[in-house]
């Protein structure tokens, strides 16, 4: 399974959920992501897993909820739309505490929007989207490989924590192919799911999503819920470092906008610019500290995206206005260029 | 001495904390006492719904998992495609279950989908506080149809069982009521077809028990029972409405 061999984006996602154990997906189609579905219904089978095309990602994300709920390795995948109809049961995924994967390979929006690559479901995605306090782990890769060696942890994370974990991608992550090896998903050993339900088979009976009226309950909920996110912040930050370690620019971006600030990096070099890049892995938890530390060092920090400025916000969190926080981003299905972006780097510079 | 009356050993030993009137508790203990005589406790799991209806986990004792409103039968869904040798119920108001999961319990239906529902239609929002559901019928009151419902306005109260009669994967559609002992064991017969139905593998099965809401119809219980038999019936005709024989996926 060592060897390299070309694949596109989302048939990577389908084929590293199926390395990971995912038992079962429920889907509907959507542009850019459908070919997923279209994979693993047909791997799926080949495996003794289920796929299911649902009626809607409502009922999608529900299926899933029954599925989680009875132990399985279970995902569901989307694209901005449909991850706007996924999230009231994202919301009672999180609060049942129930684990399971759901890929974003997001498109322009908003509204019906369309099918180019964007990165304007990142508020959706980290802020919440549904209603209450929740947090979803979020993860951002930003090549075919990463595609892969993400959905292997994603599905890992979502067990070790009992959280759902969105992949956010986009559609040209998603369209891309690139020479990707395969390798095995290795985590340490998980603890088993005591808590699905199975049918009482003799024992107590088991519930899962209770209703809580009390406030007093319901903060208590809240409270630990809380407490397993602060842990998520404390393990499970990821992050890429590139470029100069002592920048006189600070540049911040994720997944496909990473890809192309590497290239401002070494084009910068070119030009006798000392330029860093953070890349964030985890988008939640967000590497708070890393950026911290080197913008302080850097004294000015750049963040771009495919989007009118959403990411921006919690790296200016992270600096609390000790470091001036420029931004650059094109929206709709653009993608910014290289070339832009080294033209504000330099104006920002001098 | 022989024991001829029992609480069956599904139903959870505490007082019922529905209205007084109400045919939830009724319609729960003849759930419980079917379970029993299956003797399907150990791999039976429900699914509660939103509203009046939720309570069910806190009476039945079987493995149960809560989800969003109307979205039952695909939870319901997701757990009989993992665990395909478990018997899955959902247990859904009308609102629930005829307004805002329509589309998840139609195309549970016509996918012949191997879980049993069992759908409480009392023609009101009970938990929110008597609002017009789809199923409120012609001329009645509620706090969102104050003159009463009419079709103009409101549309036509919804009658669940005939829409899914036309879906091909529903095996086993039945209206009952439980007004008078007859039709009590009517209801039970049918509850029990339900789950054989599921437990055969002949595909999708549906009960719709009709119920009195007293507290929210502004009756008193003998009252509820009344006008349920009186107004709603003649709309809701009760009885088998679908029966397929044979196995649907075969």
Known sequence: MEKKILMKGNEAIAEAAVQAGCQLYFGYPITPQTEISEYLSQRLPEVGGVFLQAESEVAAINMVYGASASGARVMTSSSGPGISLKQEGISYLTVAELPCVIVNMSRG????????????????????????????????????????????????????????????????LGQMMEPVVFTKPQFPPLPSKDWAIKGKNGRERKVVGRLTLEAQALEEVNLRLHRKYQEIQKNEVLFEAFGSPEPDLLLVGFGTTARILKTVVREGEKKGLKLGLIRPITLFPFPRDEINRLANQAGKVLVVEMNLGQMVEDVRLSVEGRVPVFFYGRTGGMIPTAETILSRVEQIVS | MAVVFERPKTLIKKPFTYCPGCHHGLAQRIIAEVIDELGIENKTIGVGPVGCSVYIYQFLDTDFVMGAHGRAPAIATGIKRTQPDKIVFSYQGDGDIAAIGTAEILHAANRGELISSFFINNAVFGMTG??????????????????????????????????????????????????????????????????????????????????????????????AVDWLEKEMIPYYPLGEIAVKEGILHA
Not at chain 2, 139 to 164: A, D, Y
Request: hydrophobic share 35%; aromatic share 6%.
């Open chain 1, 109 to 172: 929006g908003p509204g019906l929007g369309n099918i180019q690559p964007s990165q304007s479901d990142y508020f959706q995605a980290v802020k919440g989207g549904g209603h209450g306090d929740y947090k979803l782990i979020v993860l951002a890769p930003s090549s075919v490989q990463e595609l892969i060696t993400l959905t292997h942890r994603a599905f890992y994370l979502a067990d070790k924590y009992r959280n759902p974990v969105e992949i956010l991608g986009d559609g040209m």
């Open chain 2, 130 to 223: 008597g609002q017009m559901a789809p199923t409120t019928i012609l001329k009645q009151k509620t706090t969102t149809s104050p003159k009463g419902r009419e079709p103009k306005s409101h549309g036509f109260p919804l009658q669940l069982c005939e829409v899914l009669s036309a879906c091909q994967g529903s095996a086993y559609l039945s209206r009952v009521a439980l007004t008078n002992p007859k039709l009590i064991n009517q209801a039970k017969r049918s509850i029990k077809k339900a789950l054989l139905t599921q437990i055969e593998g002949r595909g999708f099965s549906l009960v719709e028990i009709l119920s009195p809401c007293p507290t929210n119809w502004g009756m008193s219980p003998q009252e």
